[in-house]
């Protein structure tokens, strides 16, 4: 390999927020139910780790299932609360008044927490998680996720953190407003958002 030029694209090890069984798990209410008919009808959330120079990079994104846009996220150095709850609030502030989506996501301890779990409840919308340990139950954030990292992290050079958060920010621009898919019909997630809209 080192002969032929060729690098290991092996994935490294998944950052896990599971940290016990401290706080309250909500009911699976997605089941692996991914299709919506309109947006913010369901949402699905997750975190994820980066590393560059030593330093951790952490993103927590809400995805709207019907459009696959990322909502709102966070970008952060640390796993710390703030980087789930701000992730929230600022998803809730794009929500029209009448719009309560279910928003799904893993038992990572930030979602089990009691100030997370209040702002989901008092913003009228309803908690789901994942089945411990499964995956499965949250592919299309873990699709997201290993998309993004294919695309702009895997044998990338990054200068520091601050680099590294800069190109991520900028990706996810690209992401909803120029990266189209087919399976929204050849439309980028904002363009497949606003056709929805001015039909409905």
Not at 108 to 127: E, F, M
Not at 143 to 156: G, I, P, V
Not at 159 to 180: C, F, G, P, S
Request: hydrophobic share 35%; proline share 4%; net charge positive.
């Amino acid at each position: 390999m080192i002969q032929l030029g060729l690098k290991s694209t092996v994935r490294p090890k998944k950052y896990r927020s599971y940290r016990g069984e401290s706080g309250k798990v909500a009911p699976n209410v997605l089941k692996r139910d991914f299709s919506a008919t309109k947006p913010d009808e369901k949402w699905v959330t997750d975190v994820t780790e980066f590393k560059v120079k030593e330093q951790k990079v952490y993103l927590s994104p809400v995805i709207d299932l019907f459009t696959q846009e990322v909502v709102a996220y966070k970008v952060a150095k640390n796993a710390r609360l703030p980087l789930v709850t701000d992730m929230l609030t600022e998803a809730l502030s794009k929500l029209d008044r009448g719009s309560k989506p279910v928003i799904h996501s893993d038992q990572g301890w930030q979602y089990r927490h009691w100030s997370y779990q209040k702002k989901v409840v008092d913003s009228g919308l309803t908690q789901s998680m994942s089945r411990k340990g499964n995956c499965l139950d949250n592919a299309v954030a873990e699709n997201f996720f290993a998309l993004l990292k294919t695309e702009m992290y895997h044998n990338q050079s990054f200068k520091d953190a601050n680099d590294l958060i800069e190109q991520i920010e900028e990706y996810i621009e690209y992401y909803n407003t120029k990266r189209i898919k087919a399976k929204l019909k050849g439309l980028t997630p904002i363009e497949y958002r606003n056709q929805a809209l001015q039909a409905a």
